[in-house]
């Protein structure tokens, strides 16, 4: 189990490919921090992926050799960190979070690792589930009714009750912290 040195919960979306973790996410975010909650973002890539643009002078000084870039603006910043040796692990990319800012860390991707994680599953989509394997999952957000298990279901198009179960995840972490 990912052990979570900073007090700070972590919660992820775990699916297949195709079932809509973006989608749902970008939905549900607008609805937690309208609670209040104050989140940061992990999402991980299959693939290699740039966020700076081809001629801006940052993306010209990180081809250059940069390192590390750091973009700043009144509005805001970015870090851009070339690791061609080996990819992140995941501790290393949750410290790099302002902890002291945020209420919540939400997780995209990063199936395979053991943190807790609600499983999201489209039956269209014919992929195995993943709470049967994976002990870390703390609840299903399915297009059906889940069959053989004690964990908390919600639909997965209804936005507002996985928004309350988030809610209540990080008020009962909060809880737990202060004892």
Known sequence: ????????????????????????????????????????????????????????DSYRLRKAGAAQMLIASANRHAMMVETPQQ????????????????????????????????????????????HVSDPTIIAIAADEPVQRTDLPQLAINDIDSIAQFVVDYVSQHSALKRK
């Open 87 to 130: 990819e992140p692990s995941f501790e290393e990319l949750l410290s790099r979070f302002d902890i002291a800012q945020l209420d919540l860390i939400l997780v995209e991707g990063y199936k395979h690792l053991s943190f807790p994680k609600i499983e999201l599953h489209r039956t269209e989509l014919e992929k195995p589930w993943l």
């Open 1 to 56: 189990m990912i052990t979570n040195d900073h007090t700070l919960p972590i919660l992820g979306f775990a699916a297949y490919s195709g079932t809509g973790k973006t989608t749902l996410l970008e939905q549900l975010l607008p609805k937690l921090t309208s609670a209040g909650l104050r989140i940061g973002m992990l999402k991980h890539a299959h693939h290699d992926f740039d966020i700076d643009q081809p001629g801006k």
